[in-house]
Antibody, heavy 124, light 107 residues
Framework: QVQLQESGPGLVKPSETLSLTCTVSGAFISAYYWSWIRQPPGKGLEWIGHIYYTGSTTYYNPSLKSRVSISVDTSKNLFSLRLTSVTAADTAVYFC?????????????????WGQGTTVTVSS | EIVMTQSPATLSVSPGERATLSCRASQSVSSKLAWYQQKPGQAPRLLIYGASTRATGIPARFSGSGSGTEFTLTISSLQSEDFAVYYC?????????FGGGTKVEIK
């Protein structure tokens, strides 16, 4: 079955850039949106953004829009997150997920596959 | 941004009893609502999409209802593995938004 695995540094210094990768196994990235979601310690879920598998369409949370970018590399079967100018408020568990939807979002079957999450701490 | 409000924040239920969780949207999201279950240290798990359609492999004791701004997740007879935090999420408008969660705990 489809599995997602996040990877990247667990510690990032303030003002630097957080970079994470989500590697997809068990299937090719050949359809749907691919999302990033985060969860600060002891808090709820925050959607960061997602990208359509072709890379043609991206949506970001306006609360992060100026600092975030998501890209996809279908040749390597992975997608990535970059978050610039991080602060302590960006400390969280970061999840990647498959957002099973058509490009126009008319057909949508939910975020049905998730990675296990990776903890990122922002600290000097 | 559509604000999703879940109630109650905590629900204390005995095993075998029925649990009813509520989710309200600040504006209509039609039926574009999903429910997720999250256990400590784990990723969320999709339970329901389209407000009422169970995801693959989800037991029939989980059911969703509602449309517009008012939604309900019902667990008909709580099993030990159902004690967790439940989140609703709308996908009618960007940004996608989650509710704050309802923790279902053992009474």
């Amino acid at each position: 079955q489809v599995q997602l695995q996040e990877s990247g540094p667990g510690l990032v210094k303030p003002s630097e850039t957080l970079s994470l990768t989500c590697t997809v196994s068990g299937a090719f990235i050949s359809a749907y949106y691919w999302s990033w979601i985060r969860q600060p310690p002891g808090k709820g879920l925050e959607w960061i953004g997602h990208i359509y598998y072709t890379g043609s369409t991206t949506y970001y949370n306006p609360s992060l829009k100026s600092r975030v970018s998501i890209s996809v590399d279908t040749s390597k079967n992975l997608f990535s997150l970059r978050l610039t100018s991080v602060t302590a408020a960006d400390t969280a568990v970061y999840f990647c997920a498959r957002d099973k939807a058509s490009e126009d979002y008319y057909y949508n079957y939910g975020m049905d596959v998730w990675g296990q999450g990776t903890t990122v701490t922002v600290s000097s | 941004e559509i604000v999703m409000t879940q109630s109650p924040a905590t629900l204390s239920v005995s095993p075998g009893e029925r649990a009813t969780l509520s989710c309200r949207a600040s504006q209509s999201v039609s039926s574009k609502l999903a429910w997720y279950q999250q256990k400590p240290g784990q990723a969320p798990r999709l339970l329901i999409y389209g407000a009422s359609t169970r995801a693959t492999g989800i037991p029939a004791r989980f059911s969703g209802s509602g449309s517009g701004t008012e939604f309900t997740l019902t667990i008909s007879s709580l099993q030990s593995e159902d004690f967790a935090v439940y989140y609703c999420q709308q996908y009618n408008n960007w940004p996608l938004t989650f509710g704050g969660g309802t923790k279902v705990e053992i009474k």
